[in-house]
T-cell receptor, first 109, second 112 residues
Framework: TQLLEQSPQFLSIQEGENLTVYCNSS?????LQWYRQEPGEGPVLLVT?????EVKKLKRLTFQFGDARKDSSLHITAAQPGDTGLYLC?????????FGTGTSLTVIP | NAGVTQTPKFQVLKTGQSMTLQCAQD?????MYWYRQDPGMGLRLIYY???????DKGEVPNGYNVSRLNKREFSLRLESAAPSQTSVYFC???????????FGEGSWLTVV
């Protein structure tokens, strides 16, 4: 059983469309991070959220941390082919760091 | 500016063979981690080390051992490799502003 569940697992959309990826858990996290991973490489940090209800924007990407700090979402506006990749959420519990199941996004030109 | 480096990049093992994956970080981080990544499973924590001299089990520690040799280095050993250990392995360290995790480039291991 994964501590963090992501949905959807796979997403294929046309360039210009909007999308939302969800990250859910029954645990409360002190912080939650989103990563993007490209084939053959390690994950790279996109953002860290630490406060319940926090919203952060990174260009066309909007990240939200749930009020209870158990869930998060990633919204991409006007997706581009360069957004293609595996998106992973990760939560911090003490010294341990747990990753979600991942969402594989393909943006078709 | 190396960050986290891990070796080897690729390895093929026969069932029952042993091997060690090496990892080193040059960011003076206290915490280091070993993850495995399998399709549809995301990244699963094998072992972690909160500081030099300490190691703890993660979600999937069976079949693995680790050594935190010093602050820089954290190795992962497979004593008797099994096909179920075929995976991509990532080493990571954590620290700095925002307590960010930094990953190595991954090690592709195939056990036949």
């Amino acid at each position: 059983t994964q501590l963090l569940e992501q949905s959807p697992q796979f997403l294929s959309i046309q360039e210009g469309e909007n999308l939302t990826v969800y990250c859910n858990s029954s645990s409360v996290f002190s912080s939650l991070q989103w990563y993007r991973q490209e084939p053959g490489e390690g994950p790279v940090l996109l953002v860290t959220v630490v406060t319940g209800g926090e919203v952060k924007k990174l260009k066309r990407l909007t990240f939200q941390f749930g009020d209870a700090r158990k869930d998060s979402s990633l919204h991409i506006t006007a997706a581009q082919p360069g957004d293609t990749g595996l998106y992973l959420c990760a939560g911090s519990l003490g010294n341990q760091f747990y990753f979600g199941t991942g969402t594989s996004l393909t943006v078709i030109p | 500016n190396a960050g986290v480096t891990q070796t080897p990049k690729f390895q093929v093992l026969k069932t029952g063979q042993s091997m060690t994956l090496q990892c080193a970080q040059d960011m003076n981080h206290n915490s280091m981690y070993w993850y495995r990544q399998d399709p549809g499973m995301g990244l699963r924590l094998i072992y972690y080390s909160a500081s030099e001299g300490t190691t703890d089990k993660g979600e999937v520690p069976n079949g693995y051992n680790v050594s935190r040799l010093n602050k820089r280095e954290f190795s992962l050993r497979l004593e008797s490799a099994a096909p179920s250990q075929t995976s991509v392995y990532f080493c990571a360290s954590r620290g700095g502003l925002g307590n960010t995790i930094y990953f190595g480039e991954g090690s592709w291991l195939t056990v036949v």
